[in-house]
């Protein structure tokens, strides 16, 4: 029981980075194109709509426990990729800024071993993916 209630508390706090992150793009998709344009992204309008909709979906299984460990793995390379493409190296000549980035890739790549974790682990008792198995 222990564990059913580790991986659901889990679960809930990876999922309050990916919800509102998502639905924050998603409620504003010219600003989130917009820093994708600055960092040389190519379609960032598409790349807006697609990373929104891919953070809503991947934190409402993270949730519910549906299909949770595919959304883990997919979310491994995710957040790496973010944390490269978005804060790799970026900051420039100014060195709080160098910082701030510096801990956001790392952030992302903690969320990443996170996700391998809960991935390998499984959702737990109480998880859609337990109740259809």
């Excluded at 504003?28 to 598409?46: C, E, K, W």
């Amino acid at each position: 029981m222990p564990i059913d209630a580790a991986a659901l508390i889990a679960r809930f706090m990876l999922a309050a980075v990916f919800l509102p992150n998502g639905i924050m793009k998603l409620g504003n998709i010219v600003g989130t194109a917009g820093y994708f344009r600055g960092l040389g992204l190519p379609a960032p309008f598409a790349l807006a709509w697609g990373t929104g909709l891919f953070e809503v979906a991947a934190g409402l299984c993270l949730v519910a426990g549906f299909r949770m460990r595919f959304a883990a793995l997919l979310l491994i390379p995710f957040c790496l990729a973010a944390g490269i493409v978005g804060h790799g190296g970026q900051g420039g000549d100014d060195p709080a800024l160098a910082f701030l980035h510096m801990q956001a890739l790392l952030k992302d790549i903690g969320l990443a071993g996170g996700f391998l974790a809960l991935a390998l682990a499984g959702p737990g008792r109480f998880s859609i993916d337990a109740a259809r198995s």
